[in-house]
């Protein structure tokens, strides 16, 4: 699955498949009958890997602090959780840093078992059962939006587009959080359990600059277990807030 495939390098015939999966309309509906099949638990989210949960909400942990001691850092009001499954990350990380987190989630099973595993959490704001390819929040909404071990189920023209609406959203100072998986053979690789690609870095930096984001920082997830894909953290503005606040980090 997405999350947490052995990363082996791709033949060429992979990364074909890959460019001309992404095109067809059954990319975006073949991962929603992929993930309405799996079950509700951390184990689902993280393809049976429940046991490094723990470690990545360390690094993230790490990584939002780190964050939060910028020059210009986001507040700490509003986040929301893009992809957020059963609210494994609400819970345990965003809620804690957070005054209010909203939930995106495509699939109604796991926002039904968010909602109830964070059942008269004061924390929690909204819930959106909605692909973010249809995401589309209202301006000065979030200090911080995070997505993890979800993009690789957007085409890269609708991830640049996500990523150009999710930096009108930010408040002032605010931040987009990607944590997600790198391919090290250059290339992108389909996953065609789930209909999910996994974009090198350098491509996943492209479509960011595309977008006109700024990286602040990009860091590894360190300790994830060997024969899994490499794990980047990656904050970024927009390159507009520079001009408008005449700040730079
Ligand atoms: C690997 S799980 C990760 C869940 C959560 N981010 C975590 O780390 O615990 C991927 C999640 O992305 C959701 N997802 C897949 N495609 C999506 C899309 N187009 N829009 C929103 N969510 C999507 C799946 O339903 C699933 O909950």
């Known amino acids: 699955m997405e999350t947490l495939s052995v990363d082996e390098n791709a033949s060429n015939e992979k990364i074909k498949d890959a460019i001309k999966a992404q095109e067809t309309p ?13 079950p509700a638990t951390n184990d689902g989210m993280l393809g049976g890997f429940a046991h490094i949960s723990k470690l990545d909400v360390g690094g993230s942990d790490t990584f939002l602090k780190l964050i939060f001691k910028m020059k210009n850092p986001p507040g700490h009001s509003r986040a929301v959780d893009c992809g957020a499954g059963i609210g494994r990350i609400t819970k345990h990380l965003l809620s804690r840093h957070f005054g209010k987190v909203d939930i995106v989630e495509q699939c109604q099973n796991f926002v039904d078992q968010a909602k109830e595993a964070l059942k008269g959490h004061k924390k929690v704001g909204e819930f959106y059962c909605q692909g973010l390819q249809d995401f589309n929040p209202p301006s000065d909404t979030y200090d911080v939006v995070w997505s993890q071990w979800v993009l690789g189920h957007l085409t890269d023209s609708h991830l640049e587009d996500f ?18 998986n790198v391919s090290s053979s250059g290339e992108v690789e389909l ?19 595309q977008a006109g ?13 060997n024969g899994l894909y490499e794990v980047r953290m990656i904050c970024l503005r927009p390159k ?3 001009s408008s606040n005449g700040t730079t980090v």
């Open 26 to 38: 059954e990319f975006y509906s073949d991962a929603q009958k992929y993930w309405d099949n799996i």
């Open 163 to 180: 990523f150009r609406r999710m930096g009108a959203a930010l408040k002032p100072n605010g931040v987009i959080v990607v944590k997600e």
């Open 191 to 209: 996953d065609e359990e789930d209909s999910s690609v996994t974009r090198p870095e350098k491509l996943l930096l492209q479509i960011m600059d």
């Open 213 to 225: 984001l700024r990286v602040l920082k990009n860091t590894k997830q360190n300790k994830m277990p």
């Open 240 to 242: 507009s807030a520079d």
